[in-house]
């Protein structure tokens, strides 16, 4: 039997934007990994009648609920007391609960006001689901035919609940595993690789193949669902490997995080250092790969050369040719990538330069316009980027993510000096 699931968050702070639902995300994820539908997502405010009226919908459409969401100590916090309601249960007080509580406020030093109690009044018969980040325990209970799970809110609290505690709840309803791999893309659009792939994409069933733009690259997952994890990936496995033909090096990496940690592992494996200079971009390229754990094990450090005169004074940028040809150009992207790997004594240097916008540069050229140079024993290259009229945000963003995917291509035997 194949079951849905429907996710409700509950949350006036979700509907008026001051918080995102990165509960529903990672809920859909872990839930379409046990093979469980997920169709809807809702956002109901802190309001009783509402989220009853959800949840009757909801009920219509799926066997599994799940709320994250209002199970605190304040009285905003409703969604047991619709849930049970909705379901025709009763709350009753939970003395173990009551207990861990009091220990909980006990180890931190401070006093449990009366109104925490409210937390440990949960359905009849329910299951308990421990909280072990937080006060508010969650819960679960199966009436009408439905699965309800309640979760709190807070996305430590939530994902740690659902992991430990629902997990074993929901493996028992499973019917099958439903396994993805994603292939990371840099160098083609979502529209170009839908048109080189659509083909396949319209031929598939199990699996499927499906793009999504992301931050200037494409994610390319195919999703398949069987009895066992092994046997979804052998419906993988071909198409996997038709799609690598089709694409060939413009992939980057499969079930990795990100191209800045495909470039620290090759790095790591090759044994060697790295260092930027950084204009357009900001020092973004340093900040992506020194958020990483082991970044220093390879990067060595970063000169933000934004004006012509840190060109000049810290990357031996001759003041000449930042004179007569400007800031934006190909010889002053190599001279920044050189002067960078002197000043910084390491393997390879990056650079960046080029015109953030949102209008053109004193030269006239226009914005969008970013030369980057690797400097290397194998020499200096420059590669000249024309993004088109896009944020300043978005011009820094490409200027990064274009210059990782050089590195990875120089680690790789891609570049050709």
């Known amino acids: 039997m194949s079951h849905t699931a429907e996710l409700i968050a509950v949350g006036t702070e979700l509907l008026l934007g001051n918080i995102a639902n990165t509960n529903a995300q990672f809920l859909s994820k872990e839930l379409s990994t046990l093979g469980i539908n997920v169709f809807y997502h809702t956002v109901v405010g802190d309001n009783p009648q509402r989220l009853q009226e959800a949840v009757d919908v909801a009920r219509k459409r799926a066997d599994i609920i799940i709320t994250t969401g209002g199970l605190g100590p304040t009285c905003d916090d409703l969604t047991k007391q619709a849930l049970a309601s909705t379901f025709g249960k009763k709350l009753e007080f939970h003395p173990p609960t009551a207990k861990k509580m009091e220990s909980y406020f006990q180890r931190l030093g401070r006093p449990l006001t009366e109104n925490n109690y409210q937390q440990a009044m949960l359905p009849e018969g329910c299951h308990v689901l421990d909280n072990d980040r937080g006060t508010a325990p969650g819960c679960a209970f199966s009436a009408e035919g439905c699965l309800v799970i309640m979760l709190p809110g807070p996305p430590m609290e939530c994902q740690a609940m659902f992991q430990k505690q629902a997990v074993p709840l929901l493996k028992e309803l499973s019917d099958g595993m439903i396994v993805s791999r994603t292939l990371r893309v840099y160098g083609i659009g979502e529209s170009a690789a839908e048109a080189l792939l659509r083909d396949q994409m319209n031929a598939l069933t199990n699996p499927t193949l499906a793009p999504y733009a992301k931050g200037g690259e494409v994610e390319l997952r195919i999703t398949a669902k069987a009895n066992t994890e092994e046997e979804a990936r052998q419906l993988i496995a071909p198409v996997e490997e038709e799609v690598q033909t089709i694409l060939g090096n413009k992939i980057y990496g499969v079930d990795v995080d990100s191209l800045e940690a495909v470039c620290l592992q090759l790095l790591q494996d090759a044994g060697l250092t790295i260092g930027t200079a950084e204009s357009c971009s900001g020092g973004l390229i340093a900040k992506r790969l020194t958020d990483l754990p082991g970044a220093s094990t390879v990067f060595v450090g970063s000169i933000v050369g934004y004006s012509n005169e840190v060109k000049a004074k810290l990357l031996n940028v001759s003041e000449e040719l930042l004179e007569k040809q400007g800031a934006v150009c190909a010889p002053v992207a190599e001279a920044m990538a050189k002067g960078a790997r002197e ?27 970013i030369y980057v140079a690797l400097d290397s024993p194998k020499g200096c290259l420059v590669k000249e980027l024309r993004t088109g009229f896009l944020t300043r945000e978005q011009v820094r963003m490409s200027a990064a993510q274009f210059s990782l995917d050089m590195i990875r291509r120089y680690l790789t035997g891609l570049l050709s000096f």
């Open 343 to 369: 000043a910084l004594a390491c393997d390879l240097a990056i650079s960046t330069t080029g015109v953030a916008g949102p209008g053109p540069d004193d030269r006239g050229n226009p914005p969008g316009l």
